[in-house]
């Protein structure tokens, strides 16, 4: 009976360890919890903290670029992606005429089609394509196309543009030369739509409601261009 007691005892004795590691265990486990949600919520105000810094930021410096008389292009329009569906009429107007006039581009050596359009001030849209040449420099950029359409005309003020290529990595800006030739004909800051056309040509739609769309502008992708040149004479 004795035996009995003692080998009672140590079963007890065992079961309050039991249970005295099993609350440790879930004190733990909660811990822990609060321990992530902690974590959590630190990234999410180190992470509101550095926007707003650089909100801030932004605000300090685009009030001393807009004071400094050294720099062209004070007042730059927003740069952010959206959908094809939510664009405005200009947006959808322009990408559908450039993806109209890329099935027009002459690119035998790269086969990289390329499209865009340009609004002028009348609202008139010129559309281009990219036109390769076998000696490679000749050639001419859709953009550049574009716009020569129009000026060909007269027409001199261009207030929107739209550019379109299939790349499978990302949009397709326009290159330099094509920054600075439209800087030429841009007398303010102009919104630029660039879309990722399909990678088949017959594709309907071909660019989906759902599909982003970058819409930046020509003061964004170069904010630092080469001035109009003034002679001294």
Do not use: W
Not at 129 to 134: P, R
Not at 190 to 206: G, Q, S
Not at 216 to 221: A, P, R, V
């Amino acid at each position: 009976m004795l035996e009995k007691r003692k080998l009672l005892k140590q079963y007890i004795k065992c079961l309050n360890e039991m249970e005295m590691e099993l609350n440790k265990r879930k004190l733990n486990k909660k811990l822990n919890g609060y321990m992530d949600a902690l974590k959590e919520l630190q990234c999410e105000v180190d992470k509101r903290e550095t926007k707003a810094a650089a909100v801030a930021q932004a605000a300090v410096n685009e009030k001393a670029i807009s004071t400094s008389p050294n720099l062209p292009h004070p007042k730059m329009l927003d740069e952010y992606i959206t959908t094809y569906c939510e664009l405005d009429d200009t947006g959808r107007e322009l990408l559908d005429a450039a993806l109209d006039v890329r099935h027009n581009a002459y690119a035998p050596y790269s086969k990289f089609k390329v499209g865009a359009a340009f609004r002028s001030k009348s609202g008139v849209a010129y559309a281009g394509c990219n036109i390769e040449n076998a000696a490679f420099t000749p050639g001419c950029c859709a953009e550049r196309a574009a716009l020569a359409k129009g000026i060909s005309e007269g027409v001199l003020k261009y207030t929107a543009g739209a550019v379109v290529a299939c790349h499978p990595s990302g949009f397709t800006t326009p290159c330099g030369v094509c920054r600075q030739f439209i800087l030429e004909f841009a007398k303010a800051d102009i919104p630029l739509y660039i879309a990722k056309a399909p990678e088949d040509e017959a594709a309907i739609p071909a660019i989906g409601d759902d599909d982003e769309i970058l819409v930046t502008s020509i003061y964004n992708l170069m904010p630092h261009s080469f001035t109009v040149f003034e002679s001294k004479e």
